[in-house]
C-alpha cells in the first residue's frame, strides 16, 4: 500500500512563497516521474507541473511558469513543490502524484493518468 502525504499550505498574501511537501510511505516505491495538480472550489483537477527525474525535465502549466519549481529528497522520499510569487488564482488544494513510469509528455496533464494521491494540502492566497 502507497500512502502520500501533503503538507506545508496555508494562507499567505499574494507575492508570498510556500513550499509544499509530499511524502511517500509504505511499500517500496521510487517515483520517476511526480506531477502536482491543483483544484479550487468548483473546478476540475488543473494540471500545475511534471518532473522526470532521469530526463532533468520538468513541464508547467502556463500559469505557474517561472514561479513554481520541484525537488525531491531520496532519503526522505520525499518530494517539494516551491511556489514563489503566489497570486490570489493560485489559491486551491494541492496534491501530489508520482509514478513509476514516464508518461508520454501528451499525456502528461491529464489527472486520469494518474493513479496515487494524497488527501491534498490547502493553499489560500489572499489579495
Known amino acids: 500500500q502507497v500512502q502520500l502525504v501533503e503538507s506545508g499550505g496555508g494562507l499567505v498574501q499574494a507575492g508570498g512563497s510556500l513550499r509544499l511537501s509530499c511524502r511517500i510511505s509504505?511499500?517500496?516505491?521510487?517515483?520517476?516521474?511526480v506531477a502536482w495538480f491543483r483544484q479550487a472550489p468548483g473546478k476540475e483537477r488543473e494540471f500545475v507541473i511534471y518532473?522526470?527525474?532521469?530526463?532533468?525535465?520538468?513541464h508547467y502549466a502556463d500559469s505557474v511558469k517561472g514561479r513554481f519549481s520541484i525537488a525531491r529528497d531520496n532519503a526522505e522520499n520525499t518530494m517539494y513543490l516551491q511556489m514563489n510569487n503566489l497570486k490570489p488564482e493560485d489559491t486551491a488544494v494541492y496534491f501530489c502524484?508520482?509514478?513509476?513510469?514516464?508518461?508520454?509528455?501528451?499525456?502528461?496533464?491529464?489527472?486520469?493518468?494518474?493513479?496515487?494521491w494524497g488527501q491534498g494540502t490547502q493553499v489560500t492566497v489572499s489579495a
Open positions: 518532473r522526470d527525474w532521469a530526463l532533468g525535465r520538468t
Open positions: 502524484a508520482p509514478r513509476i513510469n514516464r508518461l508520454a509528455i501528451s499525456a502528461i496533464r491529464s489527472p486520469e493518468n494518474y493513479n496515487y
Open positions: 509504505g511499500r517500496t516505491f521510487s517515483a520517476a516521474v
